[in-house]
């Protein structure tokens, strides 16, 4: 069955609902992609590997906010890894996530590839990479070029926040966060290392990424993605609000629980309801095709209805002699019988009759009796202007005067 179209629009709104538990950005834009050269070896093996990679982590990430996992065997091996930057709720690192893995989904056929985000990380390859913090892919992304309304100065607060970043970040699980602000001018901080790599390797790497970033001043934005670590500044307050006690996992995830659960409902809902919708159009199309009532209620109203018994009589049993033409329907008769001659004008004037085919199912469609009719219609536009003009149909016959 199709999904249904409204689902996405119940889905936003269900979000909506929910927002004042969870205020807070999942930053979930992403700056950039990098798909490996290397093609999968095994489709099959590959896309089922990296479904359940996904799938495993994910479950991982709704607890911890990172995740790691291994599935097949060489050489078809898979090995991923996800982590939402410190200051995202597990709230937030969920939908930071679930866009991370359907963007790099497209990476296939490559067997591998890296996306960044403002919010999260992924990275997944067919060979074991979780102890690499250095690679040839590390770079720097400079943000907005404009600069800030001083630039000597917001270069200052910059440098002083990241050095205070990233020299606190390997002694806190790999992340740490700062701001500096001077006379109107302040810079926000990120930096955060992957849980896979130990402390000295973080440090490395942070020295690495801050060095790249920094070189974006004195523009008001820049980011490092390095292979172990991001680290990002802005002039802009980007971080979230550390979360208080109130918001416990538990809250958060049972938030998420919940989500699902509406989202499941509402897609079953509208299955059924979308079933019981079409199974009654299906109904009301049946029911209004009745041909045969149709007809009968045209020929009730027309009161001009003939038995055949009297069309065969009046044409003598469909004579030959009597047989002045084809019409689009069949052989067209004169029609000479007492019965018929009917007073309808200022000179009697015998009837026309056409012989249909003998049907074998309901004879005559919408399409077909419009048809029939303005054939009528224009049949009785060629007679004079001052004698009357009728016409019928039955099951096999159309006949006029």
């Known amino acids: 069955m199709e999904p249904p179209k409204k689902l996405p629009l119940l889905l936003l709104l269900i979000l909506s609902s929910l927002t004042p538990l969870a205020t807070a950005d999942a ?9 490996t050269t290397t093609l999968e070896h095994n489709s099959t093996a590959f896309v089922t590997n990296f479904i359940g990679e996904v799938n495993r982590i994910a479950e991982q990430m709704q607890l911890n906010g990172y995740g790691l996992a ?23 690192c969920v939908l930071c996530y679930t866009e991370a893995h359907t963007v790099l989904s497209k990476c296939y056929p490559s067997n591998g590839g890296r996306i960044y985000l403002d919010g999260c990380f992924m990275r997944s390859d067919s060979y074991n990479f979780f102890d690499e913090f250095t690679g040839p892919h590390d770079k720097a992304v400079c943000g907005n070029a ?32 700062d701001s500096a602000t001077a006379q109107g001018e302040s810079a926000y901080v990120l930096a955060n290392c992957w849980r896979t790599i130990n402390q000295s390797d973080c440090a490395a790497c942070l020295s690495n990424a801050s060095k790249a970033a920094l070189g974006c001043l004195p523009g008001s934005e820049g980011r490092a993605l390095y292979t172990g670590c991001f680290l990002r500044y802005s002039n802009t307050d980007f971080l979230n609000a550390i979360p208080g006690s109130g918001h416990s996992k538990g809250k958060i995830i049972a938030i998420v629980v919940a989500i699902v659960s509406a989202v499941a409902l509402v897609a079953v809902g509208l299955a059924v309801g979308n079933a019981i919708r079409k199974n009654r159009i299906i109904q009301k199309k049946r029911k209004g095709s009745n041909d045969t009532v149709k007809l009968a209620s045209t020929l009730y109203n027309s009161s001009l209805n003939f038995k055949y018994s009297t069309l065969e ?40 009759h056409e012989q249909l085919p003998m049907p074998t199912k309901p004879p005559f469609t919408d399409e077909k009796t419009m048809e029939l009719n303005g054939m009528c219609e224009v049949q009785c536009e060629n007679h004079n202007a001052t004698s009357s003009c009728a016409a019928t149909i039955s099951e096999t016959s159309v006949y006029w005067r």
């Open 27 to 35: 930053r979930a834009h992403t700056i950039s992609t990098y798909c």
């Open 70 to 92: 291994v599935l097949g065997v060489s050489p078809d091996m898979a090995y991923g890894l996800a982590q939402c930057y410190g200051d995202l709720s597990l709230f937030d």
């Open 146 to 177: 404009t600069t800030a309304q001083d630039g000597v100065r917001f270069t200052t607060l910059v440098k002083q926040a990241v050095s205070s970043a990233v020299a606190a970040a390997p002694l806190s699980r790999g992340y740490a966060r």
């Open 313 to 352: 009589r009046a044409t003598g049993s469909f004579d030959l002699a009597n047989k002045i033409g084809q019409g689009g329907f069949g052989s067209v008769y004169k029609v000479q019988h007492p019965l018929l001659q009917l007073n309808l004008g200022p000179e009697p004037r015998p009837w026309t």
